[in-house]
């Protein structure tokens, strides 16, 4: 342990920005933008050609729909050493995504070969109806990570999209085990079940993380989404 423990303050010695990159990717996860830009911002200052600085700060400005900010960092690293290319390629595909240019998107995802970029590919089929091409990306990322969270939600509202309930909440659930789960996963599991039939177990499921007038406010938009498919059957 001690041996550990030397090897890490060595190589942070060595690379004082390492320590700013992890709180940040840390914050940025968390959902806190304001820490993670700034110790992105303070990584820069130990080190201004630090790629993953510039790509991460591009990261929090894309959750942040400030996309002009997020195209520039992105351009900033481009020929910084150890440039990401793959992760920089997938950035630049959210973009056009979150502008609503999905052709442009699904060029940038191609270029990279990231699991990101392909459950983000993915999510491109879906919105074309080209839901057999998405299900094959997102078996893809699940095969090759799977604890990828994202990859089994997507599957699952794509099966429900096609109709397809049991095998939508055998993916969902899949998402919910998972320790990442929050309650927008356990909401879509949630409306898996309605549609299958299982309004009760979709009742229990909203009441894991809502209580009177919201959960009330769930169960009438489940509703609504059953009488909704009912009509067009």
């Given amino acids: 342990m001690i041996l550990a423990l030397s090897s890490c303050t060595m190589t942070e010695k060595k690379n004082p920005a390492a320590p700013m990159l992890r709180i ?48 520039a960092h992105i351009k900033k690293a481009e020929g910084k050493k150890g440039y990401n290319s793959n992760k920089a390629n997938y950035l630049r595909g959210k973009i056009y995504l979150l502008a609503g240019n999905n052709q442009k998107a699904e060029k940038e995802f191609l270029k990279s070969d990231s699991l990101d970029a392909m459950n983000a590919l993915g999510a491109v089929y879906d919105s074309r109806e080209e839901h057999r091409r998405a299900q094959e990306l997102y078996k893809q990322v699940i095969s090759r990570n799977p604890s990828y969270i994202d990859a089994y939600n997507n599957m699952g509202l794509s099966l429900m999209l096609c109709g397809n309930y049991k095998d939508a909440i055998f993916y969902l659930e899949n998402a919910c085990s998972l320790p990442a789960a929050n309650a927008a996963y356990r909401s879509n599991l949630a409306v898996a079940y309605g549609l299958a039939g299982d309004v009760e177990k979709a009742k229990t499921i909203y009441a894991q993380d809502f209580d009177g007038n919201d959960l009330e406010e769930k169960i009438a938009y489940l509703e609504d989404i059953i009488a909704a498919k009912e009509s067009s059957d």
């Avoid at 130990?46 to 900010?69: F, N, P, R």
């Fill in 24 to 71: 940040a990717k840390k914050a940025r996860e968390s959902g806190n933008t304001e820490a993670a830009i700034s110790f992105y911002k303070k990584a820069l200052e130990y080190d201004e050609d630090s790629h993953e600085a510039l790509l991460g700060l591009a990261e929090v400005y894309i959750d942040m729909k400030l996309l002009d900010a997020a195209s």
